[in-house]
């Protein structure tokens, strides 16, 4: 498991649910000032009811949006919250206050995940003719309600002292005072190259602390505030300090220090970063201009967010919110929240004299600082349309077929891609983008601003019409070039574009769906034809057609059809070694001409039927 892989899809499927928040906030500061109803429909409807909204949320974030991924959702928490109260309706606090036996949004999170996990295993599952009603998709609702049956009876038993023990982590945090808040805020920016802050930030806005209202229990920084919690708030006012006052104040010092020629251009960059960080409280087009060109100067925005948070505590403001008009539109709810100006016009002061400071005594190339150039500044470069950042991101990546996920959370692109190799960094380094982040060598982002899921929709537009073919590994074992290989006829590829393996099993299966054309005589090769036209060359070691099939067990048969992951051919890797035969074996696309674009992995584990190897543009 790519785990860094995991941890971004897992950031970007708690965005889902998220975005609805501040809908709730609007509601309940409306029913403040007018209709009752609006108040209620921000309670009732929307924070009592976060648990649900985030499984169906991080299901369908999990799978691209698919609606029967969300009904699924919807059933387990349903029946997973039934099964749990009917086994303990929860455990009353030494104060009297009655917790119920449920998981909150940790629950819903828990759902969502194993939803969208119980939707790839099976949603192609196939059943009798008489029971196909139930095949595919529409299985997942079941299978997810009987998972549930079990997991309800397993937190049913378990979650009592799981709870108490949430609460009680919960008020320790709250308990540490300053050194919470301030470590807090520091982690909160300094994870956020990697995109995990917004895990951390789910776990204390919607998850520690507890307070009781109409005779329910809401959990979590933001539902306790709405609610009227007097201890909520302290853990996200401070926050105005920074999308409001300092990141602005460091992106006004960063135009500052740029040169003057570049000035006007880095101007127009900078200000709307601001103004995204001051009216939307999307903090990431600002950091991402100096938090890989200047390091220390991230490490310093970390530590000072961390030291507002801290002073916003100990001068006893509350509030929640990221930007300026939920200042406003929590207002009656706060405590002290005129303090944050005074306290924001300070640091606006630090961050603006610190980061000039800072850029000028280690030359830091922040934008504008580096010497214009026509052809790689991105500064000089207009967004264009969706289309055209689109086309520039796939040309940069080494084309659609290296492109093995994209996802967009509201700033950036999360990219996987097939093979690092393919990267062309001097299209990637001229995109007009406010920076890049690589988590691993398969694993990037690349922060485009708030047009970041259309240029996505974009790009999966693409990469739709194009019709991939994708070819997973017939062998276990290393991956290696053909160019390696001791056999000229494979390393200059004379019979086609491919990838090479050094088996470390026994079994070579297909590596897609469709036709066996030809098995050669004695086994030690086959020719296969896919459903897309692709005709494949599936050959095990080198000249050990002279073994005249021993050592090989022929399993399919000219003109089977098979599917990626059937077994075709067991050999003996010992036996073929021992009579002095190479085990290099390979996998070849013979019709090039059918070929418009390819992109292969050259290094790494296979795992038959399982690793993508290849994926192919048909032309």
């Keep these: 498991m790519n785990w860094r892989r995991t941890m971004q899809s897992t950031a970007k499927a708690l965005m889902v649910p998220i975005v609805i928040l501040p809908l709730a906030a609007i509601f309940m500061a409306a029913g403040e000032f007018g209709p009752d ?125 799981i709870n108490e023990a949430i609460v009680n982590l919960g008020e320790w945090i709250f308990d540490t005072g300053g050194y919470g808040v301030f470590t807090y805020g520091v982690l909160n920016r300094l994870l956020i190259p990697t995109g995990l802050h917004h895990i951390l930030q789910n776990l204390l806005l919607h998850v520690f602390g507890s307070f009781s209202v109409n005779g329910g229990v809401v959990t979590g920084e933001f539902a306790r505030f709405m609610a009227g919690d007097p201890t909520a708030g302290y853990f996200s006012g401070g926050f105005f300090v920074t999308m409001m006052f300092a990141l602005p104040a460091a992106a006004l010092a960063i135009v500052h220090e740029s040169r003057a020629e570049n000035r006007k251009q880095v101007a127009g960059v900078m200000m709307t970063a601001a103004l995204t960080s001051i009216v939307i409280g999307i903090t990431e087009p600002a950091e991402f201009t100096f938090m890989f060109t200047a390091p220390l100067l991230f490490i310093a925005h970390g530590l000072l967010t961390g030291s507002a948070l801290l002073f916003s505590y100990l001068l006893g403001i509350r509030h929640y919110g990221y930007a300026l008009p939920m200042f406003f539109i929590n207002y009656t709810k706060a405590s002290n929240p005129w303090l944050l100006f005074p306290l924001g016009a300070v640091y606006a002061l630090i961050y603006y004299f610190l980061f000039r400071f800072i850029i000028r005594k280690f030359n830091y190339m922040t934008p504008g600082r580096e010497v214009a150039s026509a052809d790689t500044s991105t500064l000089e470069k207009g967004g264009g ?46 995109l007009p983008a406010s920076g890049i982040s690589r988590l691993d060598q398969y694993n990037l982002q690349i922060v485009l601003g708030t047009g970041s899921e259309q240029v996505r929709e974009q790009l999966q537009q693409q990469i739709d019409a194009a019709g991939l073919i994708t070819l997973k590994a017939p062998l276990d074992g290393e991956i290696i070039p053909l160019g390696e290989f001791p056999d000229p006829v494979f390393a200059q590829g004379m019979l086609g574009e491919g990838v090479g393996f050094m088996p470390s099993g026994n079994l070579l299966v297909a590596p897609a769906a469709g036709e066996i054309v030809k098995v050669f005589p004695g086994g030690h090769a086959l020719v296969m034809r896919t459903e897309d036209g692709l005709e494949l060359l599936l050959h095990i070691g080198l000249d050990t057609v002279d073994l005249e099939g021993t050592g090989f067990e022929t399993i399919c048969v000219d003109a089977q059809n098979v599917v990626a992951g059937d077994a075709l051919i067991r050999f003996d890797r010992k036996l073929i070694a021992e009579a002095g035969k190479q085990l290099h074996s390979a996998l070849i696309v013979t019709n090039k001409e059918q070929i418009g674009e390819i992109q292969g992995v050259s290094s790494g584990k296979a795992v038959r039927g399982r690793t993508v190897v290849s994926v192919i543009r048909p032309v």
Excluded at 46 to 58: E, R, Y
Excluded at 409 to 418: A, D, K, N, Q, V
């Design 37 to 161: 109803f609006l108040d209620a429909a921000g309670a009732a409807i929307i924070i009592d009811n976060l648990p649900l909204l985030f499984a169906v949320g991080v299901a369908i974030g999990f799978t691209k949006y698919d609606g029967m991924a969300a009904f699924a959702a919807v059933v387990g928490h349903v029946v997973l919250t039934a099964v749990m109260r009917s086994i303990n309706p929860g455990i009353e606090l030494p104060n009297g206050e009655f917790i119920p036996n449920e998981m909150s949004v940790l629950g819903g999170i828990l759902v969502g995940g194993y939803t969208a996990f119980l939707y790839y295993r099976f949603r192609n599952i196939k059943f009798p003719e008489f029971l196909g009603l139930f095949a595919g998709k529409r299985f997942v609702p079941i299978i997810t309600a009987l998972v549930s049956v079990v997991l309800g009876v397993v937190f049913g038993y378990l979650w009592p002292p």
């Design 385 to 430: 349309d969706y289309r055209d950042q689109a086309d520039q991101v796939a040309q940069a990546l080494g084309g659609l077929a290296n492109l093995q996920s994209v996802e967009a959370c509201m700033t950036r692109l999360r990219i996987s891609i097939l093979n690092p190799a393919g990267i062309d960094e001097d299209k990637l380094g001229a």
